[in-house]
């Protein structure tokens, strides 16, 4: 490591060692000496474990021969890896080269698409970096354009189309034609710089989604392939082979009970305590596969649908809003003015449809942005929060001019001080599908004069974005109402 400006080398095994143990993140750079891929003489690896501010904890290395020159960085995540995948796009337009100096952070595992060239970058061909992205468009072009003239020569029709295909991708890289920046990360460790955070970005669209059970095999989550077609008769959680159903008088879950389990995040007791304000509670209790580690463990729903999933094998705990029943005629929006302590405490079910609005902050985020979940009014605000924080990853970097630091530095602390609630302030769940909730602190709703509940007719692009458009149910319909004439003496 430095010492007094010189470089001090380490063993391999000592640097491993010496960063696993270093939890401060101001651990010092550490030097090895490594062997260099291209001439085969001794190089100079050096290795700094630090934190990305809002981000994540990465293991940044980087490699130098003194012999021939060759040169190469590395990022490699400490940290965890994220419950659900991510998916970053990217709109270029012509024109806009200020877009090229957004950064990137590429996990290992990122796959980076560029569908109008019908081009691909695949985890394997570019490890884990952290460049911006004009630096990873060059460097495709320029890994492409090694060894052109030594492919002339040996398969002239492939360089010739290599190079028609060189030509297109360094089109896009000088802002002369539009396309997608596509960034997909299973791991969901990777991300793309949002310059106008904390607002939203019209030119980026985040998605977050569920792995399939191959992407959890490629992370190292499934230690045994098997294992996905175990016998039930195995017993453990998995071994119920219906899902068994328990039925509860109405009234006989207690509210305090609910809040509980609401402030602790302890799924089972969601499950157990939460829907006072529903019909007759039933929960089902089926077997399923845990999302971290792809083992058998239980789910219980209801029919509202709440799923919260337990993993006895790894202590994997996930909770899930789902929408249950008919698909409503109308979305609703729910306006609730937040003035008190006491409305900091009201039960929240927000969809995953369902959009949030803090006029006052000038927030909105989008429908699916934050999932499905069952919290209250804190807890969304917490959640809000930590969420902004993890995907706005370069908040405080060195890169970031002092205007745009100012201004989210006033963001965060406008967004703490709702809590705090020193000025009224308004919450809106927009939702399409209308599967969202807000407690009343009344018996009846319309007492409470601070929350209100307002129906809207869905526009043709919100049906067309639910697939809503083209369901075609005739057949069903025809079926259904065949069956029910039989039954008729």
């Not at 337990?310 to 202590?315: A, I, L, P, S, Y």
Request: with cysteine; hydrophobic share 35%.
């Amino acid at each position: 490591m430095m010492d007094n400006g010189e470089d001090q080398q380490l063993d391999v095994r000592s640097v491993v060692e010496a960063v696993s143990a270093d939890h401060s993140f101001g651990a010092p750079l550490y030097v090895v000496e490594s062997m260099c891929m291209r001439c085969h003489e001794n190089g100079t690896s050096r290795f700094l474990l630090t934190l990305i501010p809002h981000f994540r904890k990465v293991l940044i290395s980087a490699f130098e021969c003194p012999h021939c020159g060759e040169r190469n960085n590395e990022v490699q995540f400490a940290g965890k890896i994220q419950p659900r995948g991510c998916c970053y796009h990217l709109d270029v337009p012509a024109g806009d080269v200020k877009i090229f100096d957004r950064q990137v952070v590429k996990s290992e595992s990122a796959t980076i698409r560029i569908p109008e060239l019908d081009f691909e970058i695949p985890p394997e061909a570019q490890r884990g970096s952290l460049s911006t992205v004009e630096g990873i468009l060059a460097r495709a072009a320029d890994e492409l354009s090694a060894l052109q003239e030594e492919r002339k020569k040996v398969d002239p029709k492939t360089a010739e189309a290599i190079d028609q295909f060189l030509s297109k991708l360094r089109a896009c890289a000088k802002a002369e034609t539009p396309f997608t920046f596509i960034l997909d990360d299973p791991a969901g460790n990777s991300f793309i710089e949002n310059p106008h955070a904390p607002s939203p970005d019209p030119s980026l669209t985040i998605k977050f989604y569920d792995r399939t059970p191959e992407q959890q095999a490629t992370l190292g989550y499934l230690a045994d392939p098997s294992q996905a077609g175990q016998s039930q008769s195995e017993g453990g959680l998995g071994a119920p082979s219906a899902a068994t159903t328990t039925s509860t008088p109405h009234g006989a879950i207690g509210a305090t009970g609910g809040h509980r389990a609401i402030a602790q995040s302890n799924n089972t007791d969601i499950s157990d305590n939460l829907f006072r304000y529903s019909a007759p509670e039933e929960v089902m209790t089926f077997p399923s596969t845990c999302g971290a580690c792809t083992k058998l463990c239980e789910t219980r729903m209801f029919e509202v649908i709440v799923m919260a999933s337990t993993c006895e094998d790894c202590g994997y705990r996930n909770s899930e809003l789902k929408p249950g029943g008919a698909i409503p005629e109308k979305g609703k929006k729910i306006t609730l003015s937040v003035k008190n302590i006491a409305d900091l405490s009201r039960d929240v079910i927000k969809s995953d449809t369902a959009g949030v609005k803090i006029p006052e902050l000038d927030l909105e985020l989008a429908g699916g942005t934050l999932g499905g979940m069952v919290t209250t009014v804190e807890g969304l605000v917490t959640q809000i929060r930590e969420s902004l924080a993890r995907v706005h990853g370069f908040t405080f970097g060195d890169s970031l001019d002092e205007s745009k630091k100012n201004k989210w530095k006033e963001f965060g602390s406008r967004l703490t001080k709702l809590l705090s609630l020193e000025q009224p302030w308004t919450l809106i769940l927009d939702d399409e599908l209308a599967n969202s909730f807000i407690s009343p602190v009344t018996d009846d709703i319309k007492d409470d004069h601070q929350l209100t509940y307002e129906e809207f007719e869905r526009s043709w692009e919100q049906n067309e974005e639910l697939g809503l458009n083209d369901i075609d149910t005739s057949s069903a319909d025809a079926a259904y109402g065949s069956t029910e004439t039989a039954k008729l003496p």
